[in-house]
């Protein structure tokens, strides 16, 4: 009994930290560093009006849209089968993905197998939050 209730306090800290740096880095995440931080991302994705795809999506109204959704995009299996399993890209989600997009979709399918066409990370908590705020900037606010 009590391994079990240790490893179940375990993952509520480590979930807990999870949202903490999430909160943390995305409450002073800064859209004007997101855009200089986004420049890595551009070469496979594009934002703004003209926005289409490249190797990867837009990324334009990405916050409150199903994971592997846009019309025309021949997306991966994985990413597909993410957003049949209900994937909604929100600030958090976002978050998690970038800091390495395969581990996050074996994760989130429970699939050791699962893969993402996106090999880039961008692993600091401070960059991910500031590129989020940049592409907030290019989706539509919450009805």
Known sequence: MFKKS????VFAA?????MSAFADAHSSGDPVKGEKVFKKCASCHMV????KAKVGPPLNDLFGRTA????G??????IVAAGEAGLVWTDEEV???????????RKKLDDKKAKSKMAFKLKK????????AYLK????PAE
């Open 95 to 105: 978050f998690a993905y970038l800091k390495n997009p395969k581990k996050y979709l």
């Open 125 to 132: 908590d401070e960059q991910r939050a500031d590129v989020i």
């Open 6 to 9: 240790m490893g179940i306090a």
């Open 73 to 78: 995009f021949k997306y991966g299996k994985s």
């Open 137 to 140: 900037t290019f989706s539509k």
């Open 48 to 51: 703004g009006p003209d926005a």
């Open 68 to 71: 592997g959704s846009v019309e």
């Open 14 to 18: 480590a979930a807990s930290f999870s």
